[in-house]
């Protein structure tokens, strides 16, 4: 069955989204249409209906063909731990921790995963449509690449190149990777597409020939920056946004250093009446700040030394002192407790790290890793939670007693006496809609918001692939696929 590759001249192009609208386009023709990435690079991840894990824009891709999340769309998954090193996640589930060079070694072994996963969506589905990783210009990186021309030769599969106009020098994006491929994956490539472009297009054809002479490869056309890309999930951290519109709530969140699963922020950004304001190191918690939300962490002892770094420490117990309410979602919720004890040294060095203390629960780090689809009950508001859990550790604790939330009847996170501080291992909550609406009314947020999420997030989708059928030659990019 056909399948196409979409790469970038680099990374934050636009490929994710674009790849998801052209996902729903073929969708909306009526064809069966996958998504894959064979390496991804994120720690925004999404659990899977097989019990595993894949990148989160995968997982919006997904959404966008109607399909449930498969670990095969995204068989490698590095989720990063430190600067030097990530965790390494093949086909859903946990192999190993690796630095930059012995995950390089490992490359060859990881090609046999990475065709098994896409052969077995080809003979399911019309097209698979596959999305790269960086860019196939990094000829430093090409031997043993699985990620970008590497899969494409050893899958046999055409390749689209996209550039990026809005961060400007579109022509050597282009051209310059034409020049610096070798002869074979140059002409795996079938042609190019400028991506993000702001005003009168007709300006732009000059240029457009201009590539097309000097690359040798056809554009598929010039697409307009889509508006509406920030309220689809972010895979990135950088791309989560500061929504400084005034609001009668104000929510702070702190921007750690290894912030993961950070897509529980997409419905509040989205929420009238809310300002969302994403902390950045050095910056101070606001005294004015309603709640303050301490997000999930690839490194929950790491980015603990990272949010006292920041003084942010000091700054909590004043927002407490202040009457302020304070949301802890898994690493965040551990580093509320007293403290956390990773005997193997599964989150860094083997030891003890002293908590935040604002919660009375103790945290073991233990090999297991909990990654699994649920639907909780929320203690005070009695409203369904739909969500996901993907952490490694047990918390417990006398703050359990008044829990967050009854997950398979059974007490699920823990809450302060006075209930103005939270702890849950529950991701993706605030996308119920009434729970959200409900928790943000006690707040203080006028009551009741209209934002229908999940609705909302299809009615996007439908528009970027209508924005997408417009713009660009869609018939003759399907049409490449072999």
């Known amino acids: 069955m056909p399948a196409i590759m979409f790469q970038g001249t680099g990374s934050n192009v636009g490929k994710s989204v674009l790849v998801a609208g052209l996902c729903r386009a073929a969708f909306?023709?009526?064809?069966?249409?996958?998504?894959?990435?064979?390496?991804?690079?994120s720690?925004?991840?999404?659990?899977?209906?097989?019990?595993?894990?894949?990148?989160?824009?995968?997982?919006?891709?997904?959404?966008?063909?109607?399909?449930?999340?498969?670990?095969?769309?995204?068989?490698?998954?590095?989720?990063?731990?430190?600067?030097?090193g990530s965790q390494v996640i093949v086909q859903g589930h946990r192999h190993s921790t690796l630095k930059a060079r012995e995950y390089d070694e490992l490359k060859p072994q990881l090609i046999k995963p990475v065709l098994e996963s896409f052969e077995r969506l080809k003979v399911q589905y019309d097209i698979v449509l596959v999305e790269g990783a960086g860019s196939p210009a990094e000829i430093n990186l090409r031997e043993n690449d699985i990620a970008n021309m590497g899969f494409a030769i050893a899958g046999n599969v055409p390749v689209i190149l996209i550039g990026d106009i809005d961060r400007g020098g579109i022509i050597p994006q282009i051209v310059g990777t034409s020049n610096v491929l070798s002869?074979?994956?140059?002409?795996?490539?079938?042609?190019?597409?400028?991506?993000?472009?702001?005003?009168?297009k007709s300006l732009f054809d000059d240029g457009y020939k201009i590539i097309e002479n000097q690359s040798g490869w056809p554009g598929f056309g010039v697409l307009n920056y889509f508006p509406d890309a920030w309220k689809l999930p972010a895979e990135d951290a950088l791309d989560v946004r500061t929504m400084s519109t005034p609001g009668q709530l104000k929510i702070v969140c702190l921007c750690l250093s290894r912030m993961a699963n950070f897509d529980d922020l997409d419905p509040l950004a989205q929420e009238n009446d809310i300002e969302l304001k994403m902390l950045k190191a050095g910056q101070a918690i606001p005294g004015d700040a309603n709640l303050v939300l301490i997000p999930g962490s690839k490194s929950t002892r790491g980015d603990l030394k990272y949010l006292r770094e920041q003084g942010w420490d000091i700054d909590l117990y004043a927002h407490y002192r202040r009457g302020g309410h304070i949301l802890g979602l898994c690493g965040g919720y551990q580093m509320l407790g007293k403290q956390i004890?990773?005997?193997?040294?599964?989150?860094?060095?083997?030891?003890?790290?002293?908590?935040?203390?604002l919660l009375d629960v103790n945290t073991e780090m233990l090999p297991e890793k909990t990654l699994r689809k649920v639907t909780a009950t929320h203690a005070e508001t009695n409203l369904a939670v739909s969500g996901y859990e993907i952490h490694l550790g047990k918390t417990k604790g006398e703050d359990c007693k008044q829990p967050f939330a009854y997950l398979d009847k059974k007490p699920e996170g823990a809450c302060s006496k006075d209930g103005r501080i939270s702890g849950s291992y529950l991701h993706g909550l605030f996308s119920s809609d009434n729970f959200r609406s409900a928790f943000l009314e006690k707040l203080g947020a006028p009551s009741g918001g209209d934002l229908k999420y999940e609705k909302n997030l299809n009615d996007v989708l439908n528009k970027l692939a209508n924005h997408i059928e417009d713009q660009l030659d869609v018939n003759a990019l399907l049409k490449v696929a072999q």
Do not use: S, W, Y
């Not at 002869?183 to 009168?200: A, L, P, S, T, Y």
């Not at 004890?341 to 060095?349: A, E």
């Open 28 to 41: 909306n023709r009526g064809m069966k249409v996958a998504p894959f990435k064979p390496q991804n690079m």
């Open 43 to 84: 720690n925004n991840a999404a659990v899977t209906e097989d019990g595993g894990e894949i990148g989160r824009a995968q997982a919006l891709q997904a959404i966008a063909c109607n399909l449930p999340f498969h670990t095969d769309m995204n068989p490698i998954l590095l989720k990063p731990e430190t600067e030097t």
């Open 183 to 200: 002869e074979d994956d140059r002409e795996k490539i079938q042609g190019f597409i400028v991506n993000k472009f702001r005003g009168d």
């Open 341 to 357: 004890d990773d005997p193997n040294g599964l989150d860094g060095p083997a030891g003890r790290t002293e908590g935040l203390g």
